[in-house]
């Protein structure tokens, strides 16, 4: 008969897995003790039974239950010894199958020793002894051979068939009655086995998921990044990963057992990384944080710089949690971020939040014997620098500063960098104003002085504005008065400290208010244009206006260009500006003869914060103007800018069309080289050079040599700024002057006026008429 292997389940039933099959099968080999008392229980009765009757059938049957037994027994030695090499479930069968072979002819064979008792012989004693003893090892069928449901049936089957066939052939109706109840018995111990079977399934299953889970837990609790165990209710570890030993510096072994004091005394006393005082702070606070009497993070730094943190959780049970966790690298970064926010990254200095923070503790405590007083430092032409050699040696310059600064400044509160190439240094308490000019003047003899910068050497020198504060200020107007200071020490030469006075606060106060019109004006389009002819001096006709920019305030009246207008560039509002007038001036002088062109001033600001081509050649197409009736002005100091750019603005404007005027030539540099190397197309001599002519003869060489200079490079001459009738003349009889312009000849005057001197033929006669009889 075929046996099935125990992994294989009845319908209906999950199959067990190979593992819980295996461990079933191992069930049958195990407890070899019991195996071998049963089987000297059963021969031993049986060789007795042959000695008393002397049946030779019954010492046949002795004989071959000894030789199963002892076979079977060399089985189980065998299974033993090979039981580390069966790890599949095919292999495992066959060891079932050899098992089940063996089982099942004992079970034949005490069969058989009961069939012949009751067939050759009428002893009662044989009968009782071999159908008691058959009985009582049949009963262990449910003790181990219940893992197989069908072995189970096959070994009942070989006991009850052949001794209910004893019973019924050999016996009275007594004994007919007792086989029908006999046979009820093996069907119990068949029940029986069955539910042996299940618990021993359920219990396999569930020892193997428990190791499972266990094999898991320990793999998951030994790989956490952090330190963790486990304490019961009365205070010892139950459960520790290998973490928390690596973590605290643990000896190796097992921490099972061990209490809280005896883990932080072990570790951190002994080990020398904190004290026992702090061992018992830290439980304390641990005990604390368990009871909810402590919500703040609990960390503790070593002697080894190291920095853990400390979190304990209760569970259920009257037990509690330890999870430690090295915070040394997260508390770096906390360090580090927070040096970042109140530091800076180039120079190290304290920031802009610090040095609030130190003002305010310092104004707090202000007084007349206990006063504050604030440096603000600037560099002068630090812009020269990044322009020139680079930011990277910028940075260079400014890392130089701020060590000469810390090394000036040791007694002061705070050194810090305000932004840019700007520094602040808070001194206090201070009880005179001696102490903070010594101060002002160390720090400007420090920073003054040569840098060697990766090789290039450069002289740097700073201005410097203090502020005093005898009682509580508010922190930022302390800083603006510096400020003030500052704008008043590097207005008067640079390289030099002032004091603040409350009388920069009006001046400062009138700037602003200044700014704010000028924005105002701006989008209202508040900004007039007047206009100044240009005389030629061999027609007298007038070929080319000067636009300028005037402002109408309703409250302060006209104010003066000179006034607004750099107030407007510093603003960088005077690009918007500059649009403004650039439309104004085209749309104007499409209302004037044809033959007649309009002159736009240009600020060197235009230059370097926009697109001047571009915004030129678009106010052209709006307005439909010619672009050989627009000249564009610009001043030597725009050539002194970013030239590469400056060059290719100009060399664009010229293909455009458009006519480019160099102005107040000769009030910078002179260099005659712009002349060659700009495509301008006339030249403006400053006015500077009139002053004086009739007194000077080298003025009046000057100004010839310059004229006549221009003229041979093929350049239109004008001359600014004619106001007498001397100086008319001495112009008229210099053929290299083309054109004049002058308050003698036509003052600035509104678009309407200049419209009816272009066209008006009578009144332009008389404006030509001291042209005229000069060129007569």
């Keep these: 008969m075929s046996i099935a292997p125990t992994h294989r389940a009845r319908p209906g039933r999950e199959a067990p897995s190979p593992e819980i099959s295996i461990s079933l099968i191992d069930s049958l080999y195990k407890d070899g003790l019991t195996f071998l008392v049963g089987t000297i229980f059963v021969v031993g009765p049986a060789f007795i039974t042959f000695w008393k009757t002397g049946e030779i059938l019954l010492l046949g049957c002795a004989l071959a239950i000894a030789l199963v037994g002892g076979a079977r027994g060399l089985l189980m030695y065998l299974y033993c010894c090979r039981r580390s090499t069966i790890t599949t479930l095919d292999a495992a069968t066959r060891w079932e199958h050899l098992y089940l072979a063996g089982a099942t002819v004992t079970h034949v064979l005490l069969g058989m020793w009961c069939y012949i008792a009751f067939s050759q012989t009428s002893d009662s004693f044989v009968h009782l002894a071999s159908f008691s003893m058959t009985i009582l090892y049949g009963v262990g069928i449910f003790g181990r051979n219940f893992a197989n449901p069908r072995f189970v049936i096959v070994q009942i089957f070989c006991i009850v068939a052949p001794m209910t066939a004893a019973l019924l052939l050999y016996g009275n109706p007594y004994y007919w009655s007792f086989a029908g109840f006999f046979s009820l018995c093996f069907l119990g111990i068949k029940f029986i086995a069955d539910r042996l079977r299940r618990i021993l399934f359920d219990l396999a299953t569930a020892s193997r998921d428990m190791a499972l889970l266990a094999n898991r837990f320990n793999a998951a609790l030994n790989n956490m990044p952090h330190g963790l165990c486990m304490f019961d209710a009365d205070g010892h570890i139950v459960v520790a990963n290998r973490r928390l030993s690596q973590l605290i510096e643990l000896p190796s072994g097992e921490l099972k057992g061990w209490t809280l004091h005896r883990l932080l005394k072990t570790t951190s006393v002994e080990a020398g990384l904190i004290s026992d005082v702090d061992v018992q702070k830290l439980i304390d606070r641990l005990h604390a944080k368990l009871y909810g009497a402590d919500d703040a993070e609990l960390v503790v730094e070593t002697r080894n710089d190291r920095a853990f943190e400390f979190t304990p959780q209760n569970m259920d049970n009257g037990g509690w949690v330890l999870l430690v966790e090295d915070v040394t690298e997260r508390k770096a970064a906390e360090a580090e971020k927070d040096r970042l926010a109140r530091f800076d990254t180039l120079t190290g200095l304290p920031n802009r939040a610090v040095l609030r923070e130190q003002m305010q503790r310092a104004l707090s405590e202000c007084r007349p014997d206990n006063m504050c007083a604030v440096h603000f430092i600037d560099l002068d032409q630090f812009k020269q620098v990044n322009d020139t050699l680079g930011h990277s040696r910028g940075d260079m310059l400014l890392e130089a500063v701020a060590n000469r600064l810390i090394n000036a400044t040791r007694d002061a509160r705070v050194t ?195 697109n001047v081509p571009a915004v030129v050649r678009d106010v052209l197409e709006e307005t439909n103007l010619s672009a050989g009736r627009l000249e564009v002005e610009i001043t030597e ?140």
């Design 416 to 610: 810090a960098r305000f932004g840019g190439d700007e520094f602040v240094v808070l001194q206090a308490p201070i009880t005179s104003l001696d102490q903070g000019e010594s101060l002002a003047q160390c720090i400007l003899t420090s920073l003054g002085g040569t840098y060697d910068l990766d090789g290039h050497k450069v002289v740097a020198t700073a201005s410097l504005g203090i502020a005093i504060a005898q009682s509580k200020i508010d922190p930022d107007q302390f800083l603006r008065n510096a400020d003030m200071a500052l704008y008043r020490a590097k207005s008067e030469g640079r390289a030099t400290w002032r004091w603040f006075e409350p009388s920069m606060e009006a001046r400062a106060q009138a700037r602003r208010t200044l700014e704010l019109d000028i924005r105002h004006a701006l989008e209202a389009e508040a900004f007039e244009l007047h206009y100044q002819p240009l005389f030629n001096l061999k027609t007298g006709r007038v070929l080319t206006c000067e636009a300028l920019l005037r402002w109408p305030h309703p409250d302060r009246g006209m104010v003066p260009p000179s006034q607004f207008i750099p107030v407007a560039e510093e603003m960088g509002v005077i690009v918007e500006i500059g649009k403004q007038v650039l439309q104004k001036a085209c749309l104007e002088c499409l209302r004037w003869p044809e033959a007649t062109a309009v002159a736009v001033n240009l600020s060197p600001v235009q230059f370097s914060r926009s």
């Design 637 to 776: 100091s725009t050539l002194l800018q970013d030239t590469i750019k400056t060059r290719n603005d100009l060399f664009q404007l010229e293909n455009l069309g458009v006519k480019i005027s160099l102005d107040d030539f000769g009030t910078a540099y002179s260099s005659l080289s712009y002349l060659h190397n700009y495509p301008f197309h006339k030249v403006k001599i400053d006015q500077s050079f009139l002053r004086g002519l009739g007194d000077e003869v080298r003025r009046v060489t000057l100004l010839r040599g310059m004229t006549r200079l221009s003229a041979q490079l093929g350049l239109h001459v004008v001359v600014e700024g004619v106001e007498t009738e001397e100086q008319l003349q001495l112009l008229a009889s210099d053929d290299s002057i083309d054109e004049v312009q002058g308050y003698l000849l036509g003052r600035p005057m509104p678009a309407s006026e200049v419209r009816k001197l272009l066209h008006a033929p009578a009144l332009r006669r008389r404006w030509s008429a001291p042209l005229q009889k000069e060129v007569a």
